[in-house]
T-cell receptor, first 115, second 114 residues
Framework: AQKITQTQPGMFVQEKEAVTLDCTYD???????LFWYKQPSSGEMIFLIY??????QNATEGRYSLNFQKARKSANLVISASQLGDSAMYFC????????????FGKGTTLSVSS | NAGVTQTPKFRILKIGQSMTLQCTQD?????MYWYRQDPGMGLKLIYY???????DKGEVPNGYNVSRSTTEDFPLRLELAAPSQTSVYFC?????????????FGPGTRLTVL
């Protein structure tokens, strides 16, 4: 079974609108961390936001927020006020365990922002 | 700080050839990783290291070898290249002391095996 599932291969949004990118995860470990990375067409991986399994509040970083619903095992990324530069591939990833190391990635969602 | 650097950026290999992908980080991170990204897919872990002299296999280690003789360097060796190893390879590093323990990625190496 996939540990990270991103069901939206592609999403389209207009500038200044908000968009939600879906991510569900599967783990039996009570301690884990959830990450979102952005990969623009240039190929680099850019860290956006992090949510720990014990965090009480949803994470926010500027225009990015994470809608964390622990019981549903979902960690959706919300981008507010989309910009043309947000067009990229977005990956959800999970690290299992407090001292976990490597990340498990989903297949990604391609976001296209139009003017 | 240069962060995580990888060389080369691009490489074309013939089937059966060998090569080493270089990775260096200057952040004094103890953890280092190698991932591969196949077209339209997420990243998959090849090998990782929790410190100098310590390495372990990830999800897709077959056809690869690694070594970690220093904190800074974590080279990935491909022996007997096969077309299935055509991919983009990312090196990453992290430290337990960081706020989120997030991984910092290098720019990637695009490898084609013909």
């Amino acid at each position: 079974a996939q540990k990270i599932t991103q069901t939206q291969p592609g999403m389209f949004v207009q500038e200044k609108e908000a968009v939600t990118l879906d991510c569900t995860y599967d783990t039996s470990d009570p301690s884990y961390g959830l990450f979102w990375y952005k990969q623009p067409s240039s190929g680099e991986m850019i860290f956006l936001i992090y949510q720990g399994s014990y965090d009480q509040q949803n994470a926010t970083e500027g225009r990015y927020s994470l809608n964390f619903q622990k019981a549903r095992k979902s960690a959706n990324l919300v981008i507010s006020a989309s910009q043309l530069g947000d067009s990229a591939m977005y990956f959800c990833a999970m690290r299992e365990g407090l001292r976990g190391t490597a990340l498990i990635f989903g297949k990604g969602t391609t976001l296209s922002v139009s003017s | 700080n240069a962060g995580v650097t990888q060389t080369p950026k691009f490489r074309i290999l013939k089937i059966g050839q060998s090569m080493t992908l270089q990775c260096t980080q200057d952040m004094n991170h103890n953890y280092m990783y190698w991932y591969r990204q196949d077209p339209g897919m997420g990243l998959k872990l090849i090998y990782y290291s929790v410190g100098a002299g310590i390495t372990d296999k990830g999800e897709v280690p077959n056809g690869y070898n690694v070594s970690r003789s220093t904190t800074e360097d974590f080279p990935l060796r491909l022996e007997l290249a096969a077309p299935s190893q055509t991919s983009v390879y990312f090196c990453a590093s992290s430290t337990q002391g960081a706020r989120y323990n997030e991984q910092f990625f290098g720019p990637g190496t695009r490898l084609t095996v013909l």
